[in-house]
Each structure stands twice: as structure tokens, then as C-alpha cells.
């Protein structure tokens, strides 16, 4: 997965126009208060303020000494 993909869905919690107040709501430039998912035709994304998921822990407990083998 690629940080600075090209197909962002766009969202106003990292547009460059809103200032993130709490988790549910952004103060934007254009809309004033509006929901973190909401987004509009002013939205320019900031790749500063996306936070990506966190990777997938690895489960240890079920790998055994015969999956490290060949």
C-alpha cells in the first residue's frame, strides 16, 4: 500500500482547507464546521495530515518450526 496514492478518497479530516477540531468534526475554510467525512469540490489533499492504518501484527503463536523449513 502506497502512502501518497493518487486515488485518495477525499475526505475533509486531510484536506488542506480544514483544521481537524476533535474526531468528529473539521473546521473548513469554505463550509465552516462540517464532519470528518464529509468533503467538497474545494477539497486539495495534504498528505501531511492522513494517517495511515497501522500494519497487520504478526500472529506467532500459530506459525511452527516446519513453516520455517524447506
Do not use: W
Not at 467525512?37 to 500494519?55: N, S, T
Request: glycine share 2%.
Amino acid at each position: 500500500m502506497r502512502l501518497f496514492r493518487k486515488n485518495i478518497d477525499p475526505h475533509c479530516a486531510y484536506c488542506k482547507q480544514g483544521q481537524q477540531i476533535n474526531d468528529r468534526e473539521v473546521a473548513c475554510v469554505k463550509r465552516g464546521i462540517v464532519p470528518v467525512e464529509h468533503h467538497c469540490r474545494a477539497f486539495r489533499y495534504d498528505p501531511l495530515k492522513r494517517v495511515p492504518p497501522r500494519p497487520a501484527a504478526l500472529d506467532t503463536e500459530k506459525l511452527k518450526e516446519a513453516d520455517f523449513s524447506l
